[in-house]
């Protein structure tokens, strides 16, 4: 089993596990909604609560994945790539492997912005459950830089691994 499948089952069953615990300890009325500061501006009930965490838990954990493994069977003009990189992969030879490690990559890429929808959802239920008035806002700004900055990084990571080799080399 690929690294990416991995992660993203290892996401999804900690994301499931929040859930359940979610749904065990919420109050009627949750927090649905943080100011800059980390404080609860907007409270929603506990139904609404937890259908929405499933909603987005179903789009990022299955549909991304999804998405990515359509796109890959898909004609080779919804693949979007620069012009050399569709030349090398898309080609018979190695139409296979691309196919493996774009599912891969987008499993893996799925599996971490679970783990920041899994952190928002553990701080919501943390927030409700403690009745506190709000986060402290470093959660907030810490799990989202975070996230972009692996963002970035993964972005220029995968340029490079997805490059074509130079004739010659």
Known sequence: MRFGRIALLGTAALYVALLVWSALVLPDRVPSHFDGAGRVD?????TSNLVMWVVLGAVILAGIPLLARLVAHAGDSS????????EYWLT????EEFTARLQDDTEFFSAVTGLLLAAGCALTTWVAVTGRDG???????????AYLLFTVIWMIQLRRAYKPPVAGD
């Open 42 to 46: 907007d409270w929603s009930s506990r």
């Open 92 to 95: 018979p030879a190695r139409r």
């Open 135 to 145: 986060a402290p806002w470093w959660t907030f700004a810490g799990g989202i830089t």
């Open 79 to 86: 693949i979007n790539l620069p012009a050399s990189y569709k």
